[in-house]
């Protein structure tokens, strides 16, 4: 350590003490800011006098203050160091209880989100479902509607039949109307997606048909619909009412080609019919 001009000249002061007579041995020491404050009996303090007894010399008065003054400094430096040590130890914790708030935080958030995507996809499931009832509803309500019709119809259909043999011109304008309002009404029903079954000339199909009879025929297929005693209907690919028919027997076998080709225009107009209700159901989603 340093000793600066202020104590060099305190310890010329005393040692011009000593060498006068005086019996005060001023020795310097250093406290707080390096400042020379505090002088020792010459004849009894152990820092004035080297050896037994022997007055210090002006050497060994400034190593002593140095050597004073270097404790000073490295106590206060280690307080320093305390302090430092003890303020970083206090902003650690606080860091780290920071940092498990931001934790905390961020599983919060990540709880939260994953509540939000759930109760979107119920909200979405909810709506599909939702929609795809209505849609079922709306079915159901058209397609009771439709075969409480049906009955009309078949009326309408058999009055114009057995009045295709009148002659009389106001009878048979009379005919015509019926038969007007009768194409109306079906073809209402048609823009609902109902389809008239009327399979004359086709294979027999115990799914969409209903036999009611049989006439024997060695010309035609054997089981082919020679017939149709009661129209058939269907609405969105499903049979809302069976055709009741007559069907041949007694004729050759209907080739196998011939049955597969039936069988996938029955297909076609099954699928036309479920393409139509899906596009219905994204409709009513929308």
């Not at 140095?66 to 606080?94: F, K, P, V, Y």
């Not at 929609?131 to 259909?157: G, H, M, N, S, W």
């Not at 009389?168 to 009404?185: H, I, R, Y």
Request: aromatic fraction near 4%; hydrophobic fraction near 35%.
């Amino acid at each position: 350590m340093a000793v600066t001009t202020a104590d060099q000249n305190k310890v010329d002061t005393t040692f011009d003490n000593e060498n006068n007579g005086d019996e005060t041995v001023g020795a310097v020491g250093v406290v707080g800011d390096g400042s020379a404050s505090q002088t020792l009996d010459g004849n009894a303090g152990a820092a004035g006098v080297a050896g037994a007894g022997r007055p210090m010399t002006e050497e060994e008065m400034i190593a002593e203050a140095i050597r004073r003054g270097e404790e000073t400094a490295e106590a206060e430096i280690a307080a320093d160091a305390q302090r430092a040590a003890q303020e970083r130890d206090r902003l650690q914790n606080e860091l780290d209880s920071v940092s498990d708030q931001i934790e905390a935080a961020k599983q919060q958030a990540a709880e939260a989100n994953d509540r939000f995507l759930r109760l979107q996809a119920d909200w979405d499931n909810y709506r599909r479902r939702t929609a795809q009832e209505r849609l079922d509803e709306r079915q159901r309500a058209t397609e009771k509607l439709v075969v409480d019709l049906l009955p009309v119809i078949d009326d309408l259909e058999r009055a114009i039949e057995h009045a295709d043999n009148l002659t009389d011109p106001a009878a048979q304008q009379f005919v015509e109307g019926v038969s007007a309002v009768c194409n109306k009404l079906v073809g209402v029903l048609n823009k609902e997606g109902v389809e008239v079954v009327n399979p004359v000339g086709e294979a027999f199909d115990p799914l969409s048909h209903q036999a009611v009879s049989q006439i024997e025929d060695t010309e035609a297929y054997d089981e082919t619909v020679a017939q149709v005693y009661q129209k058939g209907y269907r609405m969105g690919g499903k049979d809302i009412r069976t055709a009741m028919v007559v069907v041949t027997h007694g004729g050759p076998k209907r080739p196998v080609e011939q049955e597969a080709a039936d069988g996938v225009a029955a297909d076609s107009e099954t699928a036309d019919g479920t393409a139509a209700n899906g596009a219905a159901a994204n409709g009513a989603t929308e």
